[in-house]
């Protein structure tokens, strides 16, 4: 027995495990500074045998790589959105975080009132 493949089998693709746009892995724990970018956290060794635990909601240390900053901790959910190209006007699927999608979502509602006007 042969199982037969829906022919928009093809047009399928598998989502990424990071924001299209900003290269934010889906499910990271960390925070954004005041230019919107993202740094991840980490816990910080408090003494011995005392770890500052790290969780969304909790203020925390971030950027353990660059700038190290005190930021609000969340955690980041990419899911896939429908968004119009601004060339094309056509639909297309994006793989994209909160932040991401709601900068997308702006753009395509000032271009719509533009076009309005």
């Known amino acids: 027995m042969t199982l037969e493949q829906p ?4 047009d399928i ?3 990424p495990r990071r924001c299209e746009l900003c290269g934010v892995r889906n499910f990271a724990l960390g925070g954004r500074d005041s230019d919107g970018m993202f740094h991840p956290a980490y816990e910080v ?3 011995p045998d005392v770890r500052v635990k790290v969780s969304p ?3 925390g240390w ?5 700038p190290q900053l005190f930021l609000k901790l969340f955690r980041v959910i990419c899911q896939t ?5 601004r060339r094309t006007g056509e639909l297309e699927s ?11 979502k702006a753009a395509g509602k000032a ?3 533009a076009r309005a006007a």
């Open 7 to 10: 022919d928009q089998a093809d």
């Open 13 to 15: 693709r598998p989502a």
């Open 45 to 47: 060794d408090a003494g």
């Open 57 to 59: 909601g909790r203020k």
């Open 62 to 66: 971030c950027g353990k790589h660059g």
């Open 81 to 85: 959105v429908e968004v119009r190209d």
């Open 94 to 104: 994006r793989y994209l975080c909160q932040r991401c999608e709601t900068v997308v």
């Open 111 to 113: 271009d719509d009132d």
